[in-house]
């Protein structure tokens, strides 16, 4: 989608910038309750639209971008951090090295999911004042980035889809 030259990092950052404001923007239309956090599948779709079109930067700064400003504005919680930030990376990073949109699928999920819950659970206990034990934030991230994994797939996917018709037309 974009060049590699100085302005097309400066589009990078635009789009990531975009980005993060659609996510603050859309969270409390698209995040519900869950547990002690909210689950937000687009910050997913997020990270992953980002991981294949800029990169694992972009990525990483706009899941923490987002995080900052929902928890500003009460819309997050504390958790958005890891579960967002580890997903960015692992999706970025994965993606990077394959190419492959299932890879950036699979690092969103796998660094978000399980990662980030896990890395959730002394976040929750320390400052939250939760008990519940690590699986319970790795079910509850599952859920939230599973639904924002799919999201993603069929649209990213899609547009490919699309991109090679045109293609074969001209």
């Known amino acids: 989608m974009f060049e590699n030259d100085s302005r097309s990092s400066l589009r990078k950052w635009i789009f990531a910038a975009l980005l993060a404001a659609a996510g603050v923007l ?5 995040s519900f309750p869950l547990g002690v956090t909210r689950a937000f599948p687009l910050q997913h779709m997020i990270n992953i639209f980002l991981a294949v079109l800029c990169g694992t930067r ?5 899941a923490f971008t ?6 500003i504005i009460g819309s997050g919680s504390l958790l958005a951090f890891p579960g967002s930030m580890i997903g960015a990376f692992l999706s970025g990073y994965l993606y990077s090295r394959t190419k492959k949109l299932w890879a950036a699928v699979l690092g969103e999920f796998t660094g978000t999911s399980l990662i980030g819950g896990l890395v959730s659970y002394p976040v929750a206990a320390l400052f939250m004042g939760s008990s519940k034990g690590a699986f319970f934030y790795i079910s509850l991230f599952s859920v939230s980035c599973g639904a924002g994994c ?5 649209v ?11 293609i074969k037309e001209k």
């Open 66 to 71: 987002t995080s900052v400003i929902r928890n």
């Open 58 to 62: 972009y990525g990483i700064s706009a």
């Open 150 to 154: 799919l999201i993603a797939f069929i």
């Open 156 to 166: 990213l996917k899609g547009i490919h889809i699309f991109q090679t018709n045109t």
């Open 26 to 30: 859309l969270s409390p239309v698209f």
